[in-house]
C-alpha cells in the first residue's frame, strides 16, 4: 500500500496496511496525558540568557511559512505577501527570509512567479482543505494541479471522519496516494489535532503520516480551535524522533494555527529542541505556519537590536 521499501520489518508490514497495521497502532505506547501536559508547562517557563534571544529570532523567522488561507485572497494579496517573505523587514535587511509561503491551490502561480529565484519556497493546502471532504479522485487532481502549478510543497489533510472510525486502511492509502502524486515534491500531513480528541489518536495518526510518506507531520488547518498546543506538537515531535531511530531518516514537524506571539514561538523552538533534538532547529525540519506571528517576531527582533527588552523576555534556546 504505502512506500515500504528501506523501512525495517516491523513498519515495512505496518506500511502495507490490514492486520500488520491494525497491530502495530495498537501497539504503540499510550500517551501519559498529565506526564505530557506537566513536560509542556515546564518546558514553557524555562528562563534562558539573554545572548540567545537573537539567534532564536531568526530562527523563528527562517522557520515560517507564512501562510493567507483566506476566501477572499487575490493574485495580488499573494504577491503582496510574497514581498514580505523574500524582505521581511526593510528596516532590518539582514533579517532572515521566511521558509515558505502558503496559500490555496488557484494562488500557487502568482506566488511561484513572485518568488522566482528567491530561495523562498511555495507551499499549498490541497485536498479539500481544511475539511478533507471529498473523493480521493478529487483530492488527487488538486494536488496534480497545484504541483503543475509550480508548488514546491503540498500540505494535505488527512480524512478525520475515517480515522475516528477506525478506517486506518483507508487513512493510509489515502497519504500514500497523494505522497506519490507530490513526486519530489515535500508533503505535509496535517492531522487536525483539534479534531482527534485524545494524545493516543495524535500519535496514532502521527504515525499512519509517516508510514504513508509524510515529509512533515502538521498539526493543524488553523481553521478550528484547538489549533497548535504545545503537548500535541510534543507528540508531534516524538514521532519524527522515535521514526529517525527506528529508520535513520529524517522527517519533520509543523506546528500551525494560533501561534501570534514570540513568546509562544519560542516556546514551540524550546520543545523541539528537547523533544526532538537541536538538529531540527532547521527550516528544513521545523516550521511555524502562520499568518500574523512574522509581524511580532520582527517587532521583536528589531526591539532586541536597539536594546529595549532586558533579561525577562530572554528564551532557552542554547
Ligand atoms: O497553517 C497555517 C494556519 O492556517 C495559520 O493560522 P493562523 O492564521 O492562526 O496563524
Not at 482543505?129 to 503543475?148: H, I, M, Y
Request: overall charge neutral; aromatic content about 4%; glycine content about 8%.
Amino acid at each position: 500500500m504505502a512506500q515500504s521499501s528501506a523501512l525495517p520489518d516491523e513498519l515495512a508490514a505496518a506500511a502495507r496496511g490490514g492486520a500488520a497495521l491494525s497491530g502495530f497502532l495498537r501497539g504503540l505506547p499510550r500517551v501519559d496525558r498529565a506526564g505530557l501536559e506537566r513536560h509542556a508547562t515546564a518546558l514553557a517557563g524555562r528562563s534562558v540568557k539573554r545572548t540567545a534571544k537573537q539567534q532564536a529570532l531568526d530562527v523563528a523567522i527562517g522557520a515560517v511559512d507564512l501562510t493567507t488561507l483566506e476566501g477572499a485572497d487575490t493574485a495580488d494579496r499573494i504577491r503582496s505577501l510574497c514581498t514580505r517573505a523574500r524582505n521581511p523587514d526593510p528596516h532590518q535587511p539582514d533579517a532572515p527570509q521566511v521558509a515558505a509561503i502558503c496559500a490555496y491551490p488557484d494562488l500557487v502561480r502568482p506566488a511561484v512567479d513572485a518568488l522566482a529565484g528567491s530561495g523562498v519556497r511555495v507551499a499549498s493546502v490541497a485536498t479539500a482543505f481544511p475539511s478533507g471532504r471529498s473523493s480521493t479522485e478529487v483530492k488527487l487532481a488538486e494536488v496534480r494541479l497545484a504541483v503543475q502549478a509550480g508548488a514546491d510543497e503540498i500540505d494535505m489533510v488527512i480524512d478525520r471522519a475515517a480515522f475516528l472510525a477506525g478506517e486506518h486502511d483507508r487513512v493510509l492509502a489515502e497519504i500514500a496516494a497523494v505522497r506519490a502524486e507530490c513526486g519530489s515534491r515535500h508533503l505535509k500531513v496535517i492531522l487536525e489535532t483539534g479534531e482527534l480528541a485524545t494524545y493516543d489518536n495524535v500519535r496514532r495518526a502521527s504515525w499512519l503520516a509517516l508510514l504513508g510518506g509524510a515529509d512533515f507531520l502538521k498539526t493543524s488547518t488553523g481553521k478550528i480551535s484547538p489549533a497548535a498546543t504545545l503537548p500535541v506538537t510534543h507528540v508531534l515531535l516524538q514521532a519524527v524522533r522515535d521514526w529517525r531511530a527506528a529508520t535513520g531518516q529524517l522527517r519533520g514537524v509543523k506546528t500551525a494555527g494560533g501561534i501570534r506571539s514570540t513568546k509562544d514561538a519560542l516556546r514551540y523552538l524550546v520543545a523541539v529542541r528537547d523533544v526532538a533534538g537541536a538538529a531540527w532547529l532547521t527550516p528544513e525540519l521545523f516550521r511555524f505556519g502562520a499568518s500574523s506571528l512574522l509581524d511580532d517576531l520582527l517587532l521583536q527582533r528589531r526591539a532586541q537590536s536597539e536594546g529595549h527588552y532586558g533579561t525577562a523576555r530572554e528564551i532557552p534556546v542554547d
